[in-house]
C-alpha cells in the first residue's frame, strides 16, 4: 500500500484497487502469437517462459535491462550473485531466443554495470556485432572506504548487420559554449547565440554525463529499485529506430521503455514477470497519454543535466 507522502512527491505508486485496474490490462500468452496480438502490450510473465511463444523478426530494437550480477530484491523475486561464466551463461539462455524476434537491420543496447561488463560481451560477440560501449554517470551512489564509488553503468550497443538504423541528429546534446569563437565577420563559429546564453550542438558520444537518476520530486520516479531514466531510453530509442518501429523490452520493470517509445511515437512489448511492476507500467502508460514531456529533452534535442531547457531561438550577433 502506498505510503504517505509530501506534497513535492511525485513517486508514482500504486493502490490496491489500482493494481485490480491495470492488471486487466496486462496479457500473458500461452501459445505463438502473432506480432498484432502482443503490440503495446505488457505481458505480466516470466521470459523464459514465453520465449518460444513471440513472433520471428518482428523486433526493430531490442533494449535489456537485466538484473546486474549482484544480489538484490525486486519486490516479489530477487537475484542472486554469480560467478562471471555462470552470469555469461544465464544471459545467453535468453539471448538465443530473443535473437530470432529481431529484424535482420535491428539494433541492441544491453545495460550493465562495471562487473557485469566482464560477463557481457563474452556473450554478445556470438551472436552481434558489437558496435560500442556507452559509459553513463550515475551519480547517485555510496561512497566506498577501500575501493573506488561506483558511479557509472555502460550500455553496450550491437546490431545484427551491417545495415541498421542510426540517427544521429536526432540525439544531439545542447552545450554551454565556455569559449565562444567567431569567424572573421563576427558571426558565432560553430554556435547559436541564444536569449538564454551561447550554445552549440554536440554528436554524440559514448560517454553520457547529462542523465540525472529518477528520485522523488521527479514525475517518472516510482519504487522500483534499479529503474532507467526516461532521457537515457529515449536516447536509445530515437537513435536506433523511426517512428512506427517496434521496441521491446524482456526486462521491463517499471516500464520505462515502453512509457518513452509511446511518448515517441513508437510501438512497445514489454515482458516482466512482478504483478506490481507490471501494473505501474500500465499506470505510466496511461498517464503518458496526456504527460509527453521527457526530462531534459526538448525542442529535439537533449540538454545537460540540471539545465532547463526553453525554446531554441538563434540570435546573431556580431562584435561592435
Given at each position: 500500500m502506498p505510503k504517505s507522502k509530501s506534497s513535492r512527491n511525485k513517486t508514482i505508486r500504486l493502490t490496491r484497487s489500482e493494481i485490480?485496474?491495470?492488471?486487466?490490462?496486462?496479457?500473458?500468452?500461452?501459445?505463438?502469437?502473432?506480432?498484432?496480438?502482443?503490440?503495446?502490450?505488457?505481458?505480466?510473465?516470466?521470459?523464459?517462459?514465453?520465449?518460444d511463444y513471440l513472433p520471428t523478426k518482428f523486433v526493430?530494437?531490442?533494449?535489456?535491462?537485466?538484473?546486474?550480477?549482484?544480489?538484490?530484491?525486486?519486490?516479489?523475486?530477487s537475484f542472486r550473485e554469480k560467478s562471471v561464466h555462470d552470469y555469461a551463461d544465464w544471459i545467453e539462455s535468453f539471448i538465443v531466443g530473443l535473437k530470432r524476434i529481431l529484424k535482420p537491420d535491428s539494433s541492441l543496447y544491453f545495460c550493465g554495470d562495471w562487473h557485469t561488463s566482464i560477463s557481457i560481451p563474452?556473450?554478445?560477440?556470438?551472436?552481434?556485432?558489437?558496435?560500442?560501449?556507452?559509459?553513463?554517470?550515475?551519480?547517485?551512489?555510496?561512497?566506498?572506504?577501500?575501493?573506488?564509488?561506483?558511479?557509472?553503468?555502460?550500455?553496450?550497443?550491437?546490431t545484427m548487420?551491417?545495415?541498421?538504423?542510426?540517427?544521429?541528429?536526432?540525439?544531439k546534446l545542447k552545450r554551454k559554449v565556455l569559449a565562444p569563437y567567431r569567424d572573421a565577420n563576427g558571426d558565432p563559429k560553430d554556435w547559436r547565440a541564444d536569449s538564454e546564453g551561447d550554445f552549440r550542438l554536440t554528436h554524440p558520444s559514448n560517454i553520457w554525463n547529462d542523465i540525472s537518476v529518477p528520485f522523488w520530486s521527479m514525475p517518472e520516479n516510482t519504487e522500483h529499485p534499479t529503474q532507467k531514466p526516461e532521457k537515457l531510453i529515449a536516447k536509445l530509442i530515437l537513435a536506433s529506430t523511426r517512428k512506427g518501429d517496434t521496441v521491446f523490452d524482456p526486462f521491463l520493470g517499471s516500464g520505462t521503455s515502453s512509457v518513452v517509445a509511446?511518448?515517441?511515437?513508437?510501438?512497445?512489448?514489454?515482458?516482466?514477470?512482478?504483478?506490481?511492476?507490471?501494473?505501474?507500467?500500465?499506470?505510466?502508460?496511461?498517464?503518458?497519454?496526456?504527460?509527453?514531456?521527457?526530462?531534459?529533452?526538448?525542442?529535439?534535442?537533449f540538454w545537460e543535466r540540471n539545465s532547463v531547457p526553453f525554446s531554441i531561438k538563434p540570435q546573431r550577433k556580431k562584435i561592435q
Open positions: 485490480a485496474e491495470f492488471s486487466k490490462k496486462t496479457i500473458k500468452i500461452t501459445r505463438p502469437v502473432a506480432a498484432k496480438e502482443i503490440l503495446n502490450k505488457t505481458i505480466n510473465q516470466d521470459l523464459f517462459s514465453i520465449l526493430d530494437l531490442l533494449i535489456i535491462d537485466p538484473p546486474y550480477n549482484l544480489y538484490k530484491k525486486f519486490n516479489t523475486n563474452l556473450v554478445l560477440e556470438k551472436y552481434f556485432i558489437i558496435r560500442n560501449r556507452i559509459t553513463w554517470e550515475r551519480e547517485k551512489g555510496r561512497g566506498a572506504k577501500r575501493n573506488w564509488k561506483n558511479s557509472s553503468e555502460d550500455i553496450w550497443f550491437c548487420a551491417n545495415k541498421f538504423t542510426f540517427n544521429t541528429d536526432s540525439v509511446k511518448k515517441l511515437g513508437r510501438k512497445y512489448v514489454g515482458v516482466e514477470m512482478d504483478k506490481y511492476y507490471a501494473c505501474l507500467a500500465e499506470k505510466r502508460l496511461e498517464e503518458a497519454d496526456s504527460k509527453s514531456i521527457i526530462q531534459g529533452y526538448k525542442d529535439g534535442v
